[in-house]
């Protein structure tokens, strides 16, 4: 069966690029979406996140009729499902916006119909899935009930590109397929070699759930090296980025560079998925996060540093201390504020602070509500001008782009190392 209409549920970071590089191809594509300003903004043409070249793919796919969003599915041959998978509890998976994605297409599913689970999610999540939708249309026959038989097939392929570079990497990379059978798989490798240039590498949806968590989870450990170094570093009064530089002359060895924390909707989150499954064995991936998590704290405390040896220094009074903090975002050139290290340090300090915190984002046109009327968004030369204490963040490139010159200030927390 031929994919006449792919239908993505979730118009996020993900699942708009998917969309966008389905219509591309000349399919006809329904993106769903709860919000009703990122539906009209893409009907318009236009996006409303920040990735580059996806503005240019998706405006041309609407003005060629291949791409409408909507906030109501329909009917398609193939569905993909793109939504968040947040904690709740004690860092457990929530499931809540697959389960409602799933619920949502269940009326319009016919069969020979493809679902494939793309979120992030627990070992299991995907037969999860299939027995919802089971559930939900006792017409239909599914993989776990008729295996290769199924009226429906179902699978799980997760995505793994990296933000600012999406429109590359989600045609060129790799792509684990896991299907519910053998059948699921097939189908679903066609379905993506639509615009895929990259392999489709095929296993089980279970390992293809382990996958993406491991993947994460490898990079986490990795960072969580690099960020126990650089507390290390700052007690021995060493420069850890120099350290880093000299280690890493070993053929053997690549230390990754430390920074405020992890962020993201992947690395800060999915390794959690594997402890909150395997508690008792999953214990280096809870460290490295614990460790990670931590990051952010330190950092606070080292500002707080700063701000006391300013007082001692200059005479001022708190009240007229001026921190700047330079990003917002969770890594560099990007918008994405989701799971942010450098968001929850500018709230922490903002909340603390009893003078003026600025917030430097130039990916960003307003504040998120968590940081309004705690701080003010300013613009680079206004933070060079204006403040006392500066707090390196994120090392977007219009940062790094600085002179050295134009950065006056002595008080200086700097943990990506722009300024070093």
Not at 111 to 136: C, H, R
Request: charged fraction near 20%; proline fraction near 6%.
């Amino acid at each position: 069966m031929s994919f006449a209409t792919i239908s993505v549920i979730g118009l996020g970071y993900i699942g708009l690029p998917t969309a966008a590089a389905f219509a591309s191809k000349q399919r006809n594509v329904v993106g769903i979406d709860i919000n009703q300003h990122a539906v009209d903004t893409i009907n318009r043409g236009a996006i409303h996140i920040v990735e580059p070249d996806l503005d240019k793919v998706v405006k041309t796919a609407v003005e060629g009729g291949f791409l409408r969003a909507s906030t109501l599915p329909v009917e398609a041959d193939a569905f993909l499902i793109a939504v968040p998978t947040p904690f709740k509890g004690d860092h457990e998976p929530d499931m809540v916006f697959v389960k409602a994605a799933a619920e949502s297409i269940a009326p319009v599913l016919k069969k020979g119909a493809l679902v494939i689970l793309e979120s992030t999610s627990p070992v299991g999540s995907t037969e999860q899935m299939a027995g919802w939708l089971a559930d939900l249309r006792p017409d239909l026959t599914f993989p776990h009930q008729a295996g290769e038989a199924a009226d429906i097939n179902v699978a799980y392929c997760p995505e793994r590109v990296l933000p600012g570079q999406v429109m590359v990497e989600l045609i060129k990379n790799d792509r684990v397929i896991g299907g519910m059978t053998p059948v699921c798989s097939v189908r679903a490798s066609e379905l993506y070699k639509i615009f895929l240039e990259g392999e489709c590498v095929v296993t089980n949806s279970r390992t293809a759930e382990m996958c993406k968590l491991t993947e994460n989870s490898f990079r986490d450990v990795n960072i969580a090296f690099a960020n126990e170094l650089s507390l290390i570093c700052a007690a021995q009064e060493i420069n850890v980025w120099e350290l880093i530089r000299l280690a890493n002359r070993h053929p053997r060895v690549n230390i990754l560079q430390p920074g405020p924390g992890v962020g993201g909707h992947c690395i800060a989150v999915d390794p959690w998925f594997i402890v909150a499954q395997n508690p008792e064995q999953a214990q280096l991936i809870r460290t490295a996060r614990e460790v990670n998590d931590g990051k952010p704290h330190w950092v606070v405390n080292q500002v707080k540093a700063a701000v006391a040896d300013c007082l001692a220094e200059t005479g001022k009074r708190s009240s007229e201390i001026t921190i700047a903090c330079f990003g917002l975002a969770f890594k560099p050139n990007i918008d994405d504020l989701r799971e942010s290290p450098a968001m929850e340090i500018t709230q922490l300090l903002s909340s603390w602070h009893s003078g003026t915190t600025l917030a430097v984002e130039p990916n960003i046109h307003e504040l998120p509500k968590k940081l309004s009327g705690h701080c003010e968004l300013a613009t680079t030369e206004e933070a060079l001008e204006q403040a006392d204490v500066l707090v390196m963040l994120v090392d977007h490139q219009s940062f790094k782009a600085i002179p050295g010159t134009q950065v006056q200030q002595r008080w200086i927390v700097d943990t990506k190392g722009v300024w070093r």
